[in-house]
């Protein structure tokens, strides 16, 4: 590899001068070899230092703090012998951009399958995660605590305050297709059979005095057939992005979550809301490296799940897994952690179908193969029904 002196040493030529920096005063070493390098929604570098350590550096966009909360979840979890790479350091802002370092952990396998038995697999994982994490004291002024991971990902941004269905109007400029890291490369009683498909559900109440014109600025008028417009075509599949058109059915759906978000008042914890193949590793079927840290969010315990039961098998252009599988991972992971309420459940399952709205969304307006978008097709009415929306 091409090399240049710096302060002495030698560091790669391609290697940019933020890194070399950060190394030196928050590591105390410098690169000597450039290991790997990748850029999307974060910089990331694999780096092996002169006094022999092997780390990864990232880099990315300061999104009002809430890189240092996820830092800091990643270190507690990993003293605690969770499978995920320990950091080095805390995050150092500059010029609006955060930084840190962890350990370099490569190795593992993406462990494919939408199967139930595969669900089985991720979701005693999370439900680990999620127990671990329950011990750090979030908001409070005890030694430890830490200020809650917010803003939430925009991919679970169903909360937010604007009177359209998705949170901002460039959502779809991070779509998650493209967040496969290299396989050598790490980056940041009651159960789910109680609301199975074959199952007739209640229909949801709002919360005592919220009376329905409350609630009315998150729902359209609906359609006679909410979900016509998912149904997949020429037109659908090759959309032009340039336009801002939707189908009709896929907004329709996304409001009616929103409301049924709206109507709980569930409290929050801390967990992880990209819950992909491609960013978990495998030795077999034991768990080796977590990575995408920055994808923690303070959610509902119901919402980590559910967001996690419908996403689990993406290996790449993110999909939706079939139901039953999602509700084999809901089963496993109530049985790792407790058993959900009633409306846990319905939460849970609107909360699978929310983020495969949001990557059928950004389907149609990149003009991508309609992978989301025709699952959606197939499983949007079964998942509202299941959701009680």
Not at 139 to 157: C, H, K, Q, S
Not at 181 to 203: C, D, F, K, M, T
Not at 332 to 353: D, K
Request: aromatic share 6%; with cysteine.
């Amino acid at each position: 590899m091409c090399a240049s002196a710096a302060h002495g040493k030698v560091v790669p030529v391609d290697l940019p001068e933020w890194a070399v920096l950060f190394c030196r005063e928050h590591l105390g070493a410098l690169p000597v070899e450039l290991l790997h390098s990748s850029e999307h929604m974060s910089e990331v570098l694999g780096l092996r230092l002169d006094d022999g350590r092997e780390v990864a550096v990232k880099a990315r966009p300061d999104q009002e703090g809430r890189e240092g909360t996820c830092v800091e979840v990643q270190r507690s979890l990993a003293q605690q012998g969770f499978p995920c790479a320990a950091p080095l350091t805390g995050v150092t802002v500059r010029k609006g951009t955060a930084i840190h370092a962890e350990v370099w952990r490569p190795g593992g396998e993406m462990l494919l399958g939408d199967d139930p038995a595969t669900a089985v697999l991720f979701a005693r994982l999370l439900a680990r995660l999620v127990d671990l994490a329950a011990e750090i004291e979030i908001g409070g002024t005890e030694p430890g605590a830490v200020p809650p991971p917010l803003p939430n990902p925009e991919w679970v941004r169903w909360d937010h305050p604007g009177p359209g269905a998705w949170p901002s109007p460039h959502s779809s400029s991070r779509h998650r297709s493209s967040r496969q890291p290299p396989p050598s490369q790490p980056l940041s009683g009651q159960s789910a059979s109680l609301r199975s498909p074959s199952g007739q559900q209640p229909p949801s109440q709002p919360l005592s005095g919220q009376s329905a014109s409350l609630r009315s600025p998150f729902r359209q008028p609906p359609a006679r057939d909410p979900l016509s417009g998912l149904a997949p075509s020429p037109h659908t599949a090759h959309h032009d992005p340039g336009d801002g058109s939707l189908p009709s059915g896929l907004e329709e759906a996304a409001f009616r979550l929103r409301e049924r978000f709206a109507e709980s008042r569930l409290p929050r914890v801390l967990g992880h809301v990209d819950w992909e193949s491609q960013n978990l590793r495998w030795k077999g079927d034991q768990p080796w490296a977590v990575h995408d840290w920055d994808s923690l969010a303070w959610l509902p315990e119901a919402a980590i799940a559910g967001s996690a039961c419908g996403a689990f098998a993406s290996s790449g252009q993110p999909t939706l897994a079939p139901i039953a599988s999602s509700a084999a991972f809901l089963d496993a992971y109530q049985a790792g952690r407790r058993p959900f309420s009633e409306e846990e459940i319905e939460i849970a399952w609107a909360a699978s179908l929310w983020l495969a709205l949001h990557n059928a969304r950004a389907e149609v307006l990149r003009d991508l193969p309609p992978v989301a978008l025709v699952a959606v097709a197939e499983q949007a009415e079964e998942r509202l029904r299941l959701a009680g929306a």
